[in-house]
């Protein structure tokens, strides 16, 4: 056993914490008070330096144009740019693109990687991923209200999706819906490709989430689909497969989330500590003297570094034995992290006073975009059910 | 010992509720939605309809034109006005200008009377509170940055203040300003009544407070006092005496957030009910019957009920022993209803999945809104710290 | 509404307090050190005391020779005695004496007063309680093993039951046995008095619960019945009614174990502040002046402070408006009470270090026999499910 | 990066694992039904197999007679064995003697190694640590009563000690000391080896700790020096050197507890699972199914896994760099796995009821004696305080 990150990585981290502190934090305070469509002039500036400075698509395989790292090297740098809001978009490893990048690389045809896979890598267009429904719950895939019928040589969808996250401004949506509502549970949904400028592809609304409707890439969209037709070429993967690729798609999807809260959870820590040492309480007294203070930095400091190991754990689970060898062990850290994340934001917030509450420090705005965290990819309680059904499963209960 | 609330009271809180349930709940879409300023012309004819329906100022004695109610009544009210961000404002028993008045009322000359207090009680102005200061803690209000200096017939003030809530577009406000920088820590404090018009006062900005910065009432300000000149007849109360009337204000003022709190603990539940007993998780079964989902439901009918009962016994104690007998109670209910708030907020908004994250229901503004109920009016570490110290002390331990 | 107990309440209260103070106290080490029966005979000096004090039998009616007192005020007097183990028995108001006279009081006939309810009244015998199985769940009571079926004039009883308390000793035992298994679940079960002597009940054993086997009162039995015979006429209240009775005798037993643990949970505070204030952690310095342990004092005051005025509220409505209204009450304290006990025990015994292990002091005693709180008359988990099944019910969900 | 344990160490792993459950699972019940003392005869057997399987001693140094494994190997091997509480004396690498042998190995003369070291080594002997005392806290070794002077040849040694484990039956002590009040606060203290024979060596009782006295290795006593006469050169390293040999010995001591720990959370979480697969709740319906016990397995598994990678890759770090370089890794697995077998243990009680309260099951045993994790070789408070203050002090905080 070694639990040393090769040199290699080490020195690929400390490049992207560089880029983070050099080119990131000054954009941040931009990012906190504006809208982010607003801001993309100048934030794009910081993609050409990450292209530069060769850190572009760290997730992406060689051949697509990305760095190809390994999962585990992939949650150094997750965790390095994730407590910077705009760490990964600015090197384009950011959510829903990278899951739908995954999806494309894996099972889309030449034509589906030429058309839809090429521009996102290149950094000239952004995809959307639209699963969510507003009027059943996200929790079970299987149930879909969204229907594709074939008419023809098209698909023909119909359906109201929420939480399609960064759908305005994006080029296309992966849609999942169901092309045949008499089939097996697993096997009714298909993911169909779609132009948003499709006729019949509406943005009603970017959500407003925790105070922000947000807008372009950092946004969540209302979006409706009425007769919106595309060729049946656009299918991806094959036809019933939607829930497959689903799942596919959501265990990086999952570890890539969690490495990013690693990333919020240190930074949380580290404004925490730093204040715990500046602020004086009384003259000559400083916030971090009060016990009550120290436990919260120590117990922050258990949280963060057990999560710490179960995600790299899991990530070399991963890149070793596959995906599915990782199973309990992403349901895990996806309900570990998701809470670490929520009590140290919380302690942070706490220890700053007022400050916390306050969008000039990143606190407020990860406290608020990420009580999401629990939810989003399943929540808690569908990881923790669904764990350990398979755990006592194996020991012979019955389903 | 009788715990049935008297008939009067309940027919009283049967008044409280139509009139959220008739006049407010549909005027709240408006509040999530829009700067509050903006929607005054329409906001005000609620107080308008709680004037004709008797219910105005509930807190403020009869002989200034409130209804004078006790306590133990004001629990009941402050309740049923809670769960709607609209509702103490609707009838003008919102903070700050709650506290402010109870300070008027109390130490108040027979001119600030006239000329400060029977302005805010008609509900013609608003005035502010200006006591927190961004360089100096919060919880430590001995030490004060700002000062008043008397130069002839007049107090010259300097100091920065924030979290002055509702200064914009307030008429004046009560400064808490260090009179005396050598006196005994808890005599340095002064408190001197300050309209906003006078040269020298700067409403620097509003504060962006978890994702708004809101306006007029709801909002927090920092502002600045440069050499601003007021007549030493603005002296509230006697010189030296700030902190006792501070304390003296914030007493109510934890129970007032107290009682309000279990309001929006209330609101939370219904909601967290009914969304378990409308949303199915699949076909034929809903949320609620999902074991996880019905510990949320217990856990949190459990914490308000509890806390509920602690707070009416803290309003009974301070109606009948005065606020000093209270003492404990109200460093009690300040961190146990702070965290009821909080934990029945989070499960409320988990069970509602990604709706619960939306600005469509008043779960997520309430859950950024009152992140900061744990830390305003005291953090939850230094009224734990305080009420831990006088129960040792009382058996002996040295301070 | 009137939260001060009345000056009689007082009064009596205060005369309980007097006698654990002067004749309880200077006899628990030797109940900490000894089994129970060893020390009966010094034992029983305190009870023969607490008649001449006039404190015996406070929950059982005046006319059977008890105080009668009202809930509210058992709450008080529970509250008072719980905090020495030998308190409730020292005035014959412990369990499950407590609860069987209760049953006996209310459905027994005049002969079963006479031969079972008097003696004990009187304290010139005990009985026990014999629902539990080992090998069907406790927490569904409408699914027994055990039967009872009538041949000529007797029932003849064959069954398997534990946790049957203080059957070391007891004259008789009150048993939960199926008489009809094929009824509706909740009319399956009846009640019948067996008298320990009776051929075919065999005492197992007394359970080794958490290193003590115990004995006499203080044991908790396994019990076996084969085929043993009694008259019909020993069957108590009505045939098939057993279900029923042990709800009436659950609830007031409940909320008796939660005054019970009050008065747990006010010693181990008491315990804890006293280490806080006289334990040196340095020369000049005492624990109680570190703010992890000020924070341990002031959670535990707070936790307490709630669950009281919860259990008295609940009390109240008992008294006045019957059992059945303080359903959902009874379940909120169940387990609120329940587990403020573990919080304040594992507190005081951290506050204490490893003096806070030995059974030197009650504390590890009551952490040792209280973890069973969570678990008779009900587990948490059933308790939070009911309850939630209630309310949600009561909002239309289906059952 | 590689958390693959290599095959060599799985290999080893097996083997405990077949040697506990071939040869200790069958004594278990002995030991949690009888004095240890009074089940030696049979227990040595399975010491003497441990031999004979060639298991004997697995940290001991292959020079001294053991396997001389590494840390990252004993961590395997220390979960193996926990989970038994005979697991660790079985194969001579239980506390107090292995923390002892440490010490004599690391710093031991010649004379010490063949007298003191050899026979525990062999397992003819055993050792006893006399650290902490009643009237000082335990948390603060600087500051002792116990005193050795020299007079002569000899040291004279005068103190009170308790929860010196193992005294009973041992046949040497090392005694830490005070051996100059008036030096710096952490050189006062030395260590001197003293037999247990020794004339002032009184053993005052074995201390009742939760229900149980214990005997033999099995206890932990109260012990008292009084002119206590050994001869300087039972001296243990150097004079002033005690409390840095106690920092020595406790680094180690923790993490080798922390293994063991996950031994026993890992048996809870398999009894856990057991029960709710084997329990019927109702007919055809197991425990298991509730969600409310799904929660508790799936929640104890995250916290056992986080917890053991936690800790190898602290075995790992001091492996590899020395205790030094994990002082803060020691400091949060002490804590944390402390809290992970508490809270793993309630539940699995929990979810056994009535069953988990017994004897019968090593789970009540374990929730009994490992209440004592979170206070022994440093109470959680302490570790948590100091991790901060380390933390915070290299971010500048003032001490």
């Known amino acids: 056993m070694d639990f040393a990150p090769p040199p290699k990585t080490l020195e690929l981290v400390a490049r992207y914490r560089a880029f983070v502190d050099e080119e990131l934090l000054k954009l941040e305070p931009l990012v906190l ?44 740098v997750g965790e390095a740019l994730g407590g910077c809001p705009l760490g990964h978009w600015a090197v384009n490893f950011q959510p829903p693109d990278a899951g739908n990048l995954e999806l494309l690389h894996l099972f889309g045809s030449a034509d589906q ?34 229907t594709a019928r074939k008419e023809g040589s098209q698909w023909v969808i119909n359906g109201h999706k929420w939480f399609t996250s960064g759908a305005d401004g994006a080029a296309y949506a992966i849609v999942m819906a169901s092309t045949n509502d008499e089939g097996k549970p697993h096997e009714r ?66 570890i890539h989330h969690c490495m990013r809260w690693l990333g919020i959870c240190q930074r949380a820590f580290e404004l925490m500590m730093k204040r715990a040492v500046d602020r004086p309480v009384a003259p000559f007294r400083a916030l971090g003297q009060q016990q009550m203070v120290q436990r919260y930095v120590a117990e922050s400091a258990i949280q963060i570094e057990a999560a710490r190991w179960l995600v790299l754990k899991t990530a070399w689970v991963i890149d070793t034995q596959g995906q599915k ?22 302690r942070a917030i706490q220890v700053h006073g007022g400050l916390g509450l306050l969008d000039d420090l990143p606190l407020a705005w990860f406290f608020r975009h990420e009580r999401a965290a629990r939810i989003y990819d399943g929540p808690d309680e569908v990881h923790l059910a669904s764990l350990a059904k398979r755990l006592l499963g194996a020991r012979g209960l019955a389903r």
Request: proline share 8%; glycine share 10%.
């Open 189 to 254: 949904a298909s993911m169909i490709l779609v132009p948003m400028s499709t006729p019949g592809v509406s943005l009603v609304r970017n959500l407003p989430v925790m105070g922000e409707a947000g807008s372009d890439w950092a946004s969540h969209s209302e979006v409706t689909f009425v007769d919106v037709k595309v060729p049946l070429s656009h299918l991806l993967g094959q036809e019933g497969h939607g829930f497959t690729l689903a799942q596919e798609r959501l265990g990086p999807g999952r």
């Open 113 to 146: 990687k030429e058309r839809f896979l090429k521009p996102v890598v290149d950094g000239a267009a952004r995809s959307c991923f639209a699963m969510t429904e507003p009027d059943r719950p996200g929790s079970n895939p299987t149930w879909l209200e969204t």
């Open 325 to 346: 060898a990782a199973r309990d062990d992403i349901a895990m850290i996806k309900v570990l992290v998701a809470r670490t994340l929520q009590d140290v934001l919380d």
């Open 33 to 76: 008070a504006k809208p982010f469509g607003s801001c993309l002039p100048v934030l794009n500036q910081a993609r050409t330096q990450a292209k530069v400075r060769g850190l572009w698509a760290p997730q992406i395989p060689q051949e697509h144009g990305g760095l190809g790292l390994s999962l585990v090297e992939l949650a150094f």
